[in-house]
């Protein structure tokens, strides 16, 4: 079965600049997420979608960064404007649905550097 | 969220076994343990998890402590592709719960393998 897909895979941009990223989940994943990974630290939790639905986006930065998920299916990921703190790794990861035990399934990531 | 606490870093040989050790002595009936590794330049991958009794899969088993407030990741041949970061999550399933399916990353521990 195909994984995560997500695009681009590196991305360096100017502070101030906007940037976005592309995520495509398992087929059939009704629940997808973003989480960003500074150097040096575990994942952290963005934004969670249920479908098309924000589920949880309690630690989503809402003055810079947005996310939708299309049909429930693709996802983009937006930061405008990016700043210096946002240099990072943005991992996309879908699971079948959100339950304790189903596994999440994670992409490459995408590396951000900003300038 | 529940805490686990895992030692920075363990060194290993190539062929022998490893034990990953994980505390979580704030785990609730309703968290499930969940080991996750991330290798190099990638994204994490899902290894084991189990609720009370020892698991046991291709990849490693899990030792769950009587109490639950411990358990060990056990890699029963290391090989050089398991150098990696290892994850120990406490993954709430009581449904409706605010931190339900979620995955909460710490630090983890870094896994050298040697030839």
């Known amino acids: 079965e195909a994984g995560v897909a997500q695009s681009p895979r590196y991305k360096i941009i100017e502070k101030r600049q906007s940037v976005a990223f592309w995520c495509n989940p398992i087929?059939?994943?009704?629940?997808l997420y973003w989480y960003q990974q500074i150097l040096g630290q575990g994942p952290k939790l963005l934004i969670q979608?249920?479908?098309?639905?924000?589920?949880?986006d309690s630690q989503l930065p809402k003055d810079r960064f947005s996310a939708e998920r299309l049909k429930g299916v693709d996802s983009t990921l937006k930061i405008q404007p990016a700043k210096l703190e946002d240099s990072a790794v943005y991992l996309c990861?879908?699971?079948?649905?959100?339950?304790?035990?189903?596994?999440?399934?994670f992409g490459p990531g995408t590396r951000l550097t900003v300038l | 969220d529940a805490k686990t606490t895992q030692p920075n870093s363990m060194e290993s040989n190539e062929e022998e076994p490893v034990h990953l050790p994980c505390n979580h002595s704030?785990?609730?009936?309703?968290?499930?343990i969940h080991w996750y590794r991330q290798l190099p330049s990638q994204g994490p991958e899902y290894v084991i998890h189990?609720?009370?009794s020892n698991v046991n899969n291709r990849m490693a088993s899990l030792a769950i402590a009587e109490d639950r407030k411990s358990s060990t990741l056990i890699l029963h041949r290391a090989t050089l592709r398991d150098a990696a970061v290892y994850y120990c999550?406490?993954?709430?399933?009581?449904?409706?719960?605010?931190?339900?399916?979620?995955?909460?990353f710490g630090q983890g521990t870094i896994l050298t393998v040697h030839p």
């Open positions: 990861a879908s699971s079948l649905a959100p339950s304790g035990f189903n596994t999440q399934y």
């Open positions: 087929s059939g994943h009704a629940t």
């Open positions: 979608f249920q479908n098309n639905g924000v589920v949880d």
């Open positions: 704030t785990i609730s009936g309703t968290d499930y």
């Open positions: 189990g609720l009370t």
């Open positions: 999550i406490l993954r709430d399933a009581a449904a409706g719960g605010t931190s339900y399916g979620k995955l909460t």
